[in-house]
Structures are given as C-alpha cells and as structure tokens.
C-alpha cells in the first residue's frame, strides 16, 4: 500500500532561517509527488510537484527515489510561509492522492 | 471562476440526524473527491468519482454515501451522523489524465464544510 509519511508535526524558526520540510513514501512504482499548503483561513492549494522542477515561493524539492523522499527546502524563511504543508503522492495510474499528517510551519519574527 | 464551492460552510448535527454536503465545480474537471480532515491525521479519502456516473471508496467510507449528480457536482451524504463524523469535509476535482500535461492531476479545493455532530 503506498504510505507518505511526515515524521515531524511542527516546526518552528525564525525568519530568515533555512528550513526543511521532510517527507518519505513508500509505493514501488513510479510516482507523482506533491506539496500541498494551507495558509490560516485560506483553502488547500498546489505548492509544487516534482515533474515541474520549478521553485514556487522560493520552495523547492527534489525527488529521491533511492532514498524514496521528496524534502520541501527553502534557504530563508519568511514569516507569510506559516502554514499547513501537506506531502502528498500519486500513484502511477490513479486518480487518487495519498496525503501525509501534514506538518505545521510557523515562521517567527 | 468560482473553483470548487461546497456548502453548507458550518454545520452541527445531533447524532442520527442525517445531511448532504453539496459540492460543485465549474472547471469542468472529470474527477472529484471527498476527504475529511482531522487533527493529526491529514487528509483521509472517502470517496472518489473519476468520471460522471461512477463513485469508489477511499480510505475512509463507512458511514457516507456519495452520488456524482453530473459532471459539476458531488454530493456526500451522512444518514445517521455519529460523533466520529465530526470533521471538516474538503471537496476537490481535478482534470486527471496520463501523459503529462502541468494542468493534470493538480486537485484544486473547496473552502470546507466545518460539521460538529454532538
């Protein structure tokens, strides 16, 4: 069965600190990786995902398929990057989206 | 474009009492979803419809029912509410497909139906 597991709940830094938000799956073929987030009052939204190799919100995360992760780094953290972030994986072939726990940024002045 | 709306926004229930939370989208998205959200547990799927008349189970389906009316909307009923039902309830739809594409498989939510079962 394919899991996403987020080992961490919280993580709280101060602007301008690096931050890194970890995330592990377990599913033996090829899957579609995503971050999700929630910003407070506002409705889930598509950070990024790993076929665009794009930098969203200075964001970026790359996929490991060795070590079967797909970490969210930012190199300097802002405060309007407190959020809800939500890993989150596609099975090759469904429609389905498997969420992890989600993890809470909160980015203090 | 409005997105995905869902209503009721709030809502609370006596145990037993039934409801339908209503979900509509105008991106004209085969796929559309129902998840619930729990503190510490993430999103848990309940049920899915990947194209207009068909519905499966997710994770998480006893105690729900869904009907895809059309292509817009996907409803989710609760017959007899439990307390364990107290969640809140996102909707989303996504136009899924294979074959790349950056507007596939990217699911787009509602705002979420906050519902207290007592």
Redesign the interface.
Same mark, same amino acid.
């Given at each position: 069965a394919q899991r996403v597991t987020q080992p961490e709940k919280l993580l709280s830094v101060f602007k301008g600190a690096p931050v890194e938000l970890k995330c592990n799956y377990s599913y033996s073929g090829s899957p579609e990786l995503f971050w999700y987030v929630q910003y407070s009052r506002q409705r889930l939204q598509l950070l990024l995902r790993h076929i665009s190799r794009e930098s969203i919100k200075g964001f970026t995360a790359d996929l490991n398929k060795g070590e079967t992760s797909f970490h969210l780094k930012k190199p300097f953290a802002q405060e309007e990057d407190s959020a809800m972030y939500y890993c989150a994986l596609t099975p090759g072939g469904s429609e389905k989206l498997v969420f992890g726990k989600g993890m809470k940024l909160t980015v203090n002045p | 474009n409005a997105g995905v709306t869902q209503t009721p926004k709030f809502q609370v229930l006596k145990t037993g009492q039934s409801m339908t939370l209503q979900c509509a989208q105008d991106m004209n998205h085969n796929?559309m =979803?129902w =998840?619930r959200q729990d503190p @510490?547990?993430? !999103?848990? !799927?309940i049920y +899915?419809s *990947?194209s207009e008349g068909t519905t499966d189970k997710?994770e998480v389906p006893n105690g729900y029912n869904v009907s895809r009316l059309n292509k817009r909307e996907f409803s989710l009923r609760l017959e007899s509410a439990a307390p364990s039902q107290t969640s809140v309830y996102?909707c *989303?739809s #996504?136009e899924?497909g294979?074959g790349?594409g #950056?507007a596939k498989?990217?699911? +787009?939510? @509602? *705002?979420?139906t906050r519902l207290s079962v007592l």
């Open positions: - | 796929s =979803y =998840y @510490g547990m993430g !999103l848990r !799927l +899915y *990947a997710g996102f *989303a #996504s899924w294979t790349g #950056s498989n990217i699911q +787009y939510f @509602g *705002a979420g």
